[in-house]
């Protein structure tokens, strides 16, 4: 059996505008995610559910930590193989059913990693990596909804026109 890990955040509710929740509309969403030593993250709703547009909701947050488990998982093969990554960005997009009951899921996450390798005989396995990465990806295996991946790859030549 595999290593275990063991993760801990603090969530406090920061939305309390005198009278609790007394009624739905009475309280804001702003909360504090803090973990021992990181700066605290603003959190809020999305503005849909009456949050604050300039905090990061949970949406936002899962849609990222998808993103960012890629990105590492993706970094990590190129070592392996041996292929020099130069610039990664990623625009990812998220999708989200609400339902009836006023809950909701998430029906699909697409990553759009765009990647620059220095060598441009590189390109095609550096493409190819983006399986084995999504393979990975701890936080792409623990949800129960299709992760897309639209990967980009481009050589560092290719680049400077």
Known sequence: MGAHHH?????????????????????????????PGKEPISASADPTFH????????????????????????????????????????????????????????TEVTLRPRVTVADPGQVELAQSLHAEAAGLCFIGASVNFPVIHQPQTVALADTEV
């Open 51 to 106: 949050g604050d547009a300039d905090r990061w909701n949970p949406e936002e947050l899962l849609l990222a930590a998808l993103s960012e488990c890629h990105l590492m998982s993706y970094l990590h093969v190129a070592v392996k193989h041996g292929v020099q990554v130069v610039d990664y960005t990623d625009d990812a997009t998220g999708s989200m059913a609400q339902t009836t009951d006023g809950g909701g899921h998430f």
């Open 7 to 35: 993760y801990s955040v603090n969530i406090a509710w920061t939305g309390n505008r005198g009278t609790g929740t007394s009624s739905y509309r009475d309280y804001g969403r702003d909360h504090l995610i803090t973990a």
